[in-house]
């Protein structure tokens, strides 16, 4: 289970990112950004039932097709993948870095009748606190935009690389941030992802190097998450300079799609050749 120290340390009510927070572009501000109150609020924000109906079976059917058990989750968030998967007859195992995440997650699967083998890991050091070898990865939910330098982006790849067995996949995906740096105006389809009704997640500010999201709640309360923008073709790179040989990707899990109408792009890596 999560690190207790670390878990009240975050039972904090409010965010601080002090006077200039456009200028805070920290890989380790996660830990500080999902503090309790926010964790306690993000299925609002997800609505696990619409979320279902908009992304189907997309990553059951894929990681099935391809033969897979063994997944490790790692960016569990409160759960809602883990516990897809398991209802699914997957072997899955949930890590994250936020203990305050990986509490809300076990709480939640609990209440869908499963119990979660939660890890609290780094990705950067994955393989000193995740041990032996899986059929598939899953980084979702926008998570790998809280990297914000390129060493950590390749550190974090190579250590999911190494956590796979040699026939492995990683599926990871992000918001399709070529759009919003592109474009003079943010716009979603608000159907795949993020689709609690009564919640708005729009970015604050956006530059090459910072996208800094507001989430306001029907009860008033706001949140921010700083995040890196990637863009697809940077992320597709990374994939393939890591070691990954085969790579397809999705907008909005279509896999033909013109770039600047998806609002999330989704990677399927193979760490095989094709022959």
Known sequence: MADKKELLQNKKKEQN??????????????????????????????DWKARSKGEGNFFINELKARGKHKVLDVATGTG?????????????????????????????AQKHGHILKTLHADWRWLNRDVHGRFDAIICLGNSFTHLFSDNDRRKSLAEFYSALKHDGLLIIDHRNYDSILDQEEFSSKHTYYYVGEKVSAKPEYVDEGLARFKYEFEDES???????????NYMNRLLEEVGFQTITTYGDFEETYKVNEPDFFVHIAEKKYNL
């Open 17 to 46: 990112y002090g006077h200039t927070p456009e200028e805070i572009r920290e890989t380790d501000k996660y830990r500080e950004e999902y503090i309790h109150h926010f964790v306690e609020k993000w299925d609002e924000l997800i």
């Open 80 to 108: 809602y993948h883990s516990v897809r998967l398991l209802e699914h007859g997957f072997d899955v195992w949930s890590a994250d870095g936020s203990p305050v995440m990986l509490a809300k997650a076990f709480e939640n």
């Open 222 to 232: 706001e949140f921010h998450l700083n995040m890196f923008p990637l863009r697809k």
